[in-house]
C-alpha cells in the first residue's frame, strides 16, 4: 500500500505546473457551470461558491492526473466513480 502511495505521489510531484493549471482552470469552470445548473434545475448547489474548488480542483484534478493515460471516457467515468464516494462521504 505505501508503495503504491508513493508512486502516486511521484507521477503528481513530476506532473508538469502548466497541466495542474490547466486541469484547474477547467475543472474549476465546469464545477461553477455545474453549480449553476444544479441550481437552476432545482437539483442541488453547493452553498459557498469555493466549494467548487475543494471538491472539483482539491479532489478531481489529482484524480484526473493519475488517470491522465487512460482515454477521456475512462477518465470520466473513473472521475464519476471517485465524485460518487465523495458524495456518499460528504452523508
Known amino acids: ?4 502511495l508513493t508512486n502516486h505521489l511521484s507521477v503528481l510531484k513530476t506532473t508538469p505546473k502548466t497541466m495542474i493549471l490547466l486541469y484547474s482552470i477547467i475543472y474549476f469552470a465546469w464545477g461553477l457551470g455545474m453549480n449553476r445548473f444544479g441550481i437552476e434545475m432545482e437539483i442541488a448547489r453547493f452553498t459557498y461558491w469555493w466549494q467548487v474548488i475543494s471538491c472539483y480542483i ?4 489529482p484524480i484526473s492526473i493519475l488517470l491522465k493515460n487512460y ?16 458524495e456518499f462521504l460528504g452523508y
Open 1 to 4: 500500500m505505501r508503495k503504491l
Open 58 to 61: 482539491l479532489y478531481m484534478v
Open 71 to 86: 482515454s477521456f471516457f475512462e477518465q470520466y467515468s473513473y472521475g464519476l466513480v471517485a465524485m460518487g464516494i465523495l
